[in-house]
């Protein structure tokens, strides 16, 4: 099964259990359905599904007041960029009802453009940006597991939050790992254990990080692999306690952003570490290819990142 069409099958799922739900959109139910993020999707009625024009302030806005009024709703979009144009709402109307306690939620489910440069309206790949700005909830995730546990925790719960799907890994096979540790919220998941390096990847970048624990597993060697699925500031406590065991680090992060969590995970890290042997950082270069056509992925060389890591 394809990435989109598991989530798809999530979200179906979901939505079929929540009563008086609306959902909305730009073509959500018509020609591609959001390459396929939408297909099918039908809620229990009174509820809606409604195909939109592209007014997106209005409806982020429109999202806030059907919450404001007890009234459940999914806006789907087709490009993350397109979260620009209601910057205001995320903002300021946010400040101002997010201190209720809400008993209706509003989830905003972007495709984050993170596949290369699509023109100068899909060029964003910056998650975490958007979700500073208000300190906005906002997950992201990769595989069948972590995808399960955010639907399931996140989708249609009370309040308003961000839920990105990768443009990358739409029509690519879904993972199916086994997660070793997480937390309930979803904000990581721990796919190995290991003792000779601890491996933390961000926003959708755990596939190169599955394919350094593979090589490294070929020397001999043996990865703590973690993924962080969150971008605001949770308790590292369990990423924090790994790096003080193996006292290497890896960090991997493939967002377009010069605000990221990665850097405040190091920071708390150093805080409380007592030694890092090794510590390797490798995100996306921050230069004036984002203006020109050029594949959006991190550039790295798997031999070269093991024979660091295997350096004492």
Known sequence: MKYVEFVNSLISRQVGEVDNLVLFGQNIMAGSCLGGLCKGLNVRPPGKVINTQNSENTLIGVGFGLMQNQVSSILFMKQQDFLLLGVDHLVNTYN?????EPSASFTIMPIVVDSGYEGPQSALNNFSDFCSIAN????CFTNKRDTETIVRRHLVAPGFRILGVSQRLMKLDVLDLAVVDSDENGNFFKYTEGDDVTIVCF????PYALEIERDLRTHGKSASLFSVNTFSEFNFGSLIGDV????????LDDSKSGNQLSDRLLSRIHEQCCRIDKQIVIRKTLNNDWFYPSLDHLNLNV????????EQ
């Open 96 to 100: 101002i009802i997010r201190a209720n």
């Open 136 to 139: 906005i909830g906002g997950y």
């Open 203 to 206: 926003n959708y970048s755990l």
């Open 244 to 251: 003080s065991r193996t006292r290497s680090l890896l960090i």
């Open 303 to 310: 031999h070269d990142i093991v024979q660091q890591i295997l």
